[in-house]
């Protein structure tokens, strides 16, 4: 059965930062990862889909990497702004590739 | 506008009531989720669709009902609701295709309260 794992749940830090958030998972025979963020009280923004064969994605300061054989995916931010405080959820496929299995998130707070 | 909607946003209803929460797609996507998000619990599945007509069981289907009978609608129904599933929805899709390989897409939640 699939697991997520996202270490640490919160984290402060101040504005231009770099900073990274780790994912981890327990069934490495899955072909894509996908990190999401979610603000107070809205929905989730997709902002990452790694497939496997790919093992590093970016997107403006964003870059997730992808390790299948640790079970290990992180989420690097660059320069962090205040803009970035939300919680960042990483998300894995199940066992059967029909649903997604998602983290408990990293909530950040970043200070201006 | 495209994408996919949610309604109601909000909702506050009783125990022992009827609920339906509904979703709807513009993209024409095959697969539809509905997920509910606990503190404590995170997201966690209800329900999935395949296609229209095809549905099966997610991590959490107990005392609830859902329906596809077309591809861009799948409402989720509360048959009769428990102060238990209190909590927010969230509806998703993704193209056609397993989830292995599609990016997911999430509509903006629906908040609902049983009293």
């Known amino acids: 059965k699939q697991e997520v794992t996202q270490i640490p749940a919160a984290l402060s830090v101040p504005e231009g930062e770099n900073l990274v958030l780790n994912c981890s998972f327990t069934?490495?025979?899955?072909?894509?990862l996908q990190w999401f963020r979610q603000d107070p009280g809205k929905g989730l923004t997709s902002l990452l889909l790694?497939?496997?064969?790919?093992r590093e994605q970016t997107s403006g300061r964003l870059n997730a990497s992808l390790d299948k054989s640790s079970g290990r995916s992180t989420l690097y931010i660059a320069a962090s702004q205040p803009g970035d405080s939300a919680t960042y959820l990483c998300a894995a496929p199940n066992q059967a590739g029909t649903a997604l299995i998602f983290g408990k998130g990293t909530t950040l707070s970043v200070s201006s | 506008d495209a994408g996919i909607t949610q309604s109601p946003r909000y909702k506050i209803t009783e125990t022992g009531r009827q609920v339906t929460l509904m979703c709807h797609q513009t993209?024409?996507?095959?697969?539809m989720f509905w997920y509910r998000q606990d503190l404590g619990h995170g997201l966690r599945l209800i329900y999935y669709?395949?296609?229209?007509?095809?549905?099966d069981k997610g991590e959490v289907p107990d005392g609830y009902v859902v329906s596809r009978s077309k591809t861009e609608n799948f409402p989720l129904t509360l048959e009769s609701a428990t102060r238990s599933q209190t909590s927010v929805y969230f509806c998703?899709?993704?193209?056609?295709?397993?989830?292995?390989?599609?990016?997911?897409?999430f509509g903006p939640g629906t908040r609902l309260t049983v009293l």
């Open positions: 790694i497939q496997s064969s790919q």
């Open positions: 669709s395949a296609a229209a007509d095809i549905t």
């Open positions: 998703a899709s993704s193209e056609v295709g397993r989830v292995s390989y599609n990016e997911q897409f």
């Open positions: 993209w024409s996507h095959s697969y």
């Open positions: 069934d490495s025979a899955i072909y894509n």
